[in-house]
């Protein structure tokens, strides 16, 4: 339900990784969490919310996709 890429971030990766990288050390493997986009489902009118059989799927181009089934 949602779609974005990092080409919509208000802020680019460089400058979030070096405003980051001045309060910790950052390893590999470490996650920046930036937020979600739009298309929330509980602001959706009428909310929409996962249930039994729905797919998440996060995909990052160049390094692959992972789905996840809700049960």
Do not use: H, Y
Not at 33 to 55: H, M
Not at 60 to 70: M, R, S, T, W
């Amino acid at each position: 339900m949602q779609d974005s890429s990092t080409e919509q971030l208000i802020f680019r990766l460089p400058s979030l990784i070096a405003w980051v990288s001045r309060f910790v050390t950052l390893v590999p493997g470490d996650i920046l969490l930036t937020g979600t986009p739009s298309g929330v489902g509980v602001f959706r009118k009428p909310p929409v919310f996962l249930k039994r059989g729905d797919e998440v799927r996060c995909e990052i181009e160049e390094l692959g996709v992972i789905c996840n089934k809700v049960v």
